[in-house]
């Protein structure tokens, strides 16, 4: 029996990075796990892993920052596994500039998944998760969300935008037995950082106190926390796991 057992959940933006990580641990801890991803082939394939490894999981490609899309992917939980507990809004994607340089297109793009995409499965999952008693919903943030860097205005905006969005569905939906938290990791080594040289990798992992980036199977057990019932006392929080970077 593991610290999800029996619990049915969704997990965006699954198809590496985080996402991949804590799916795989969701399943290995018991839970039925429906892997979204935009790219289709990616989500089929840690689906995959997850089956191969005697758990249950089911791929859904969906488009977090469309609506429909949100509503689909709530839609197939129920289909596949009866309900929903636990949803993962971890979908994320990254653009550097500053206001002056950014563009429409550059907001859209950015705000749309990181932050729209977050309230799109949300508003989906929450009537079923009252439905069922309750339920946990860990919403992805970032060091960026409770601090200001350069070249990187649309994405702390988004990432702001995620910790105020949390706080006030954890306050809205208490009373319904579902609690809502946010994670937020520092520098972490996933695909985002792909812009990153060498030399910018140095520079940032001298920010933590630990002098490195996070493995992302280090963050999916924070992930893993707050989904489970261990935390059963903890909602509107947004725990950061930065390596002591914002510490000082």
Not at 162 to 170: E, N, S, T, Y
Not at 203 to 228: C, H, T, W, Y
């Amino acid at each position: 029996m593991g610290r999800l057992a029996g619990k049915r959940a969704i997990v965006t933006g699954a198809g590496s990075g985080l996402g991949r990580a804590t799916s795989l641990l969701f399943a290995e801890q018991g839970a039925r796990v429906l892997v979204n991803d935009i790219n289709a082939d990616s989500a089929a394939a840690v689906a995959a892993e997850i089956t191969a490894a005697g758990g249950e999981a089911q791929a859904l490609q969906a488009d977090v920052s469309q609506a429909a899309d949100a509503e689909r992917l709530v839609a197939g939980a129920v289909e596949h596994f009866g309900g929903l507990d636990v949803l993962v809004n971890n979908a994320g994607v990254f653009r550097q500039g500053t206001v002056a340089q950014a563009t429409d297109d550059d907001w859209e793009y950015i705000i749309g998944i990181n932050l729209y995409g977050v309230f799109a499965c949300s508003r989906a999952a929450l009537p079923v998760m009252a439905q069922g008693g309750g339920g946990s919903i860990v919403c992805v943030s970032s060091t960026s969300g409770v601090i200001g860097q350069e070249f990187q205005a649309i994405y702390n905006t988004s990432k702001h935008g995620v910790i105020g969005l949390v706080r006030c569905m954890a306050a809205d939906h208490a009373a319904e037995g579902i609690r809502v938290n946010a994670v937020c990791p520092g520098l972490m080594l996933t695909p985002l950082l792909a812009h990153f040289s060498e030399e910018d990798y140095v520079v940032a992992a001298a920010k933590s106190m630990l002098n490195r980036g996070s493995d992302p199977a280090e963050i999916a057990q924070l992930v893993l926390f707050l989904a489970s019932d261990e935390a059963s006392y903890v909602t509107g929080t947004a725990m950061l796991a930065d390596g002591g970077e914002t510490a000082r």
